[in-house]
Structure formats: C-alpha cells, structure tokens
C-alpha cells in the first residue's frame, strides 16, 4: 500500500497498491491492483488482467479482483 508519492505524475492517485503477482504460467510481475479498496486486498486473492491505455499506442496491464 502506498500513501505517498511525490514523483509528478503519480501524487494525486495516493493510496494505491503496489502488488507482485504471479500468472498461471508462473511469471511474477510488480502492478498495481485497481478499481478496489486498497484495504479489501488480500494476499493470494484472485485477480484478472486489464488494460488501462496511457497513450493512443500504449496500454498497461493493471490488475483487479477477478
């Protein structure tokens, strides 16, 4: 759980959450876990990809509660 960042860009989407999480085909990779409440997060909890577009040509993958 993050409650403060200082870094441009990143300041105004405090608390967030800051997750490894490992794929089924055994990948790990640090994300951030979204449209959730940061306290419902659990360890080991389900989570299902999804695609947030940063540019008109990039999406990064975040993760939320399956």
């Known amino acids: 759980m993050t409650y403060q960042n ?17 794929l089924d085909e055994g990948v790990r990779m640090f994300t951030n876990v979204i449209q959730c409440e ?7 909890m389900p ?8 540019t008109d040509q990039i999406s990064v993958p975040f993760f939320r509660p399956a």
Do not use: N, S
Not at 38 to 44: H, M, S
Not at 47 to 54: H, Q
């Open 6 to 22: 200082r870094t441009a860009g990143f300041a105004e989407d405090v608390p967030y959450v800051l997750a490894l999480v490992e």
């Open 47 to 54: 989570v299902e990809v999804t695609f947030v577009p940063a």
């Open 38 to 44: 940061p306290r419902d997060v659990k360890i080991g």
